[in-house]
């Protein structure tokens, strides 16, 4: 692990506990580390954490032109989810915010914090057959309808409507998330009906979504679970429970004790944690998962990931289905073409 990539982990760790950031050698590489950072979307974090009286001038005018892109961007992206929240939940269809836009202004310290592409919505199953016909007497028509999502542009402003917790069909059947519209809360600090979910299922569902769709690619979704995952008060045994009952146990605690080694968080050794232990420390596999990160991933790496996703599937057929998926031409392909990504 080179200097810049160990400073980056520590960072954001201290970041994520809420200490003072650890102060950079004088030699540091910021080129390298401002690289890393825009690759995995923590610059905001870096910048936030450090300041601007240790940057160079060049960085510190990126970072600061990023910062105050972002915050308009969540500016104009929260008054669109107030709007579309507000048409649905007056038609009868509950609405829970997902990911970036809840987590912006519910963990991190500002929204400019916290990146994002898109707004992701949460609706009940049976709320796609009437959602689409209930948003065109408003004028909105999808600009795409994928297998478990609808996908609007509002106010210059993407957003995601899904009715399915999960879409890839190893574990989308497995899971009904349906239930957790009855368990959601009010947003802190939103005006009007928006709401979130409880902080256990906000866990679950960031650990999943990261771990199931994007195998765990990216810094930002892992400080996002880092963030939740350090919250006082979260009732671990439910959500130890309900990761038994759905076949995502192993997947989950993997990527709790990935985050945790990772960013140094501690959180192996927090007693109410006690009852249901983190997996012992699997040096290979992780590495596997921290590689692609810092782009020193290898074929190697890669096969093990592969790999490890047999190792986390828990029911004969999230089995099959995954050993069907490693054997499409694509997969294939991509390992023995492997090329390592750039950062």
């Known amino acids: 692990m ?4 160990d400073y980056l982990c520590r ?4 970041f994520i506990k809420k200490s003072e950031p650890p102060v950079p ?7 390298h580390l401002e690289k890393m950072a825009a690759h995995n979307l923590v610059m905001p974090i870096v910048y936030y954490s450090i300041g601007d009286s240790i940057l160079p001038l060049k960085c510190n005018q990126r970072w600061n032109q990023q910062a105050i892109g972002i915050e308009l961007h969540h500016a104009r992206a929260r008054a669109a989810t107030l709007k579309l929240c507000r048409i649905l939940e007056n038609e009868g269809i509950p609405t829970v915010v997902l990911r970036g ?14 990146p994002m592409v898109d707004v992701d919505i949460l609706v009940a199953p049976n709320a796609r057959h009437t959602l689409p016909t209930i948003l065109e007497k408003w004028g909105l028509l999808p600009i795409l309808v994928l297998r478990s999502q609808f996908v609007y542009k509002i106010d210059e402003v993407v957003f995601e409507i899904h009715w399915s917790f999960l879409t890839p069909k190893r574990y989308r059947d497995t899971i009904d998330a349906a239930g957790w519209l009855d368990l959601r809360r009010p947003l802190p600090g939103w005006e009007g009906m928006v709401f979130g979910l409880s ?3 906000e866990l679950i569902e960031l650990v999943c979504h990261s771990f199931i769709h994007h195998e765990l690619e990216s810094l930002l979704s892992l400080v996002d679970i880092g963030l939740a995952a350090s919250l006082d008060g979260l009732d671990w045994r439910y959500i ?9 146990g192993r997947l989950f605690w993997f990527t709790i004790a990935f985050v ?33 990160l810092f782009a020193k991933d290898t074929r190697t790496h890669f096969f093990h990931r592969k790999l490890n996703l047999l190792h986390v599937a828990e029911t004969p057929m999230i089995k099959l289905r995954q050993v069907i998926r490693l054997l499409d031409v694509n997969q294939l392909g991509r390992l023995v073409l492997f090329r390592p990504e750039k950062g």
């Open 260 to 292: 945790d080694v990772l960013f140094s968080l501690g959180l192996s050794q927090r007693t109410e944690l006690a009852e249901v232990r983190l997996p012992l420390i699997q040096k290979r596999t992780f590495e596997a998962y921290w590689t692609p």
């Open 101 to 114: 836009m809840a987590l912006a202004q519910w963990l991190y310290p500002s929204p400019a914090l916290r």
């Open 11 to 14: 960072l954001l760790g201290n």
């Open 240 to 248: 130890s429970d309900w990761c038994d009952k759905h076949s995502v």
């Open 199 to 201: 902080p256990e299922n």
């Open 25 to 31: 050698s004088h030699s540091i590489d910021w080129p």
């Open 2 to 5: 080179d200097y810049e990539v």
